[in-house]
């Protein structure tokens, strides 16, 4: 992988040899294109493939702070949009999550990080310039999300089979009510196992260690808003297709170990094509009929009391008056 190639160095006028070059020598360049240089010229391509993990680590953190704030603060307009209310992760809980999974970027993630390093410079993803169009962007990251669900779904829903359950995945599922940070409170072979979808968009097509830091963080932060524990309306993900959400993913944490369905990451399509949203749409139509029967209760509760206001007053109930029209 050539973060910084040689066209760039080239480019820049000898400036990363020492060379006394700067961005007055490159007039082609875009203001973005600018400022890349300008931030990497002193950088190795190594050096500069190390910030993966950083920008991964603190996009994580970043992401998942917003939630816990509200968890912590249980504000009665965001407890609405709570998906389990009343059902909160104690302090104990709490610490050792957030233990456990910056033990797992530490010793896991980290680690492999720099031992992949020959493997993404062999795969050709690049820092060199021109930076990637929005469309390339946009079109690579849909192609990645495509792939890491995919992915995942089938490995996941291994994950919740015999063995694999019993001596790996039974670690995510200590909870029945997520929350924003458990995203990634795994067994650290879970961890390295479903790292497999996540990195094989990127290792397919080829693309800018740009897209690969902001591909790692959207991946990140649709993990903690499935965790979060909240369902907001306003939420941007609900305009994708076919997006599953919070809701979606907070079932499958709610039934625990025995849940056998509801496995993608991100989307519904393959759990429907599977056969495997089937408790999740007869929860769904249960709840929903649930709340008809209630609607209809309350307006003939409504009906009742209006019949009864009446009758204090001398008039006919409204079914009486009905019958003589």
Same mark, same amino acid.
């Given at each position: 992988m050539m973060l910084l190639s040689s066209e760039v160095a080239k480019a820049m006028g000898g400036m990363r040899e020492g060379g006394g070059g700067g961005l007055g020598v490159v007039g082609n360049l875009t203001w973005a294109e600018a400022q890349w240089v300008q931030i990497t010229s002193g950088w190795s391509d190594f050096q500069l493939y190390c910030c993966t993990f950083w920008i991964l680590l603190a996009g994580y953190i970043l992401g998942a702070l917003p939630y816990m704030i509200l968890d912590y603060l249980r504000i009665p307009f965001f407890e609405m949009y709570r998906l389990q209310p009343g059902f909160y992760n104690d302090g104990r809980t709490i610490f050792k999550c957030c233990r456990d999974v910056m033990l797992v970027f530490f010793?896991?993630?980290?680690? /492999?990080?720099? /031992? +992949?390093?020959?493997? @993404?410079?062999? +795969?050709?993803?690049?820092? #060199?310039?021109p930076l990637p169009s929005l469309t390339t962007v946009v079109l690579q990251l849909a192609v990645f999300f495509i792939i890491e669900d995919f992915g995942n779904y089938w490995i996941h829903r291994w994950f919740h089979n015999g063995w694999a359950y019993k001596y790996f995945h039974y670690k995510h599922h200590e909870f029945t009510t997520p929350m924003s940070f458990a995203a990634s409170y795994a067994h650290p072979v879970e961890v390295l196992v479903l790292g497999i979808p996540t990195l094989a968009g990127p290792a397919i097509v080829k693309c800018h260690v740009l897209t690969l830091w902001l591909w790692i963080n959207l $991946? *990140?932060? !649709?993990?903690?808003?499935?965790? +979060?524990?909240? %369902? @907001?309306?306003?939420?941007?993900?609900?305009?994708?297709? @076919? &997006?599953?959400? #919070? !809701? &979606?993913? %907070?079932y499958h944490h709610l039934i625990g170990g025995k849940s056998q369905g509801n496995f993608a990451s991100v989307f519904t399509y393959c759990d429907w094509l599977y056969g495997t949203d089937k408790g999740y749409r007869f929860r769904?139509?249960?709840?929903?009929?649930? =709340? $008809?029967? =209630?609607?209809? #209760?309350?307006?003939?509760?409504? =009906?009742? #009391? +209006?019949?009864?206001? *009446?009758?204090? *007053?001398?008039?006919?109930?409204?079914?009486?008056?009905?019958?003589?029209?």
């Open positions: 010793t896991t993630v980290l680690p /492999l990080q720099l /031992l +992949s390093y020959p493997y @993404f410079k062999v +795969s050709g993803i690049t820092g #060199a310039l $991946r *990140n932060w !649709e993990a903690l808003e499935t965790h +979060s524990g909240y %369902d @907001f309306p306003w939420a941007l993900t609900k305009l994708i297709p @076919f &997006y599953g959400g #919070a !809701e &979606y993913h %907070d769904k139509e249960f709840e929903l009929k649930k =709340m $008809r029967e =209630m609607a209809m #209760a309350q307006e003939q509760g409504k =009906m009742e #009391a +209006s019949d009864g206001h *009446n009758l204090a *007053n001398g008039s006919l109930p409204v079914e009486e008056k009905k019958k003589q029209v």
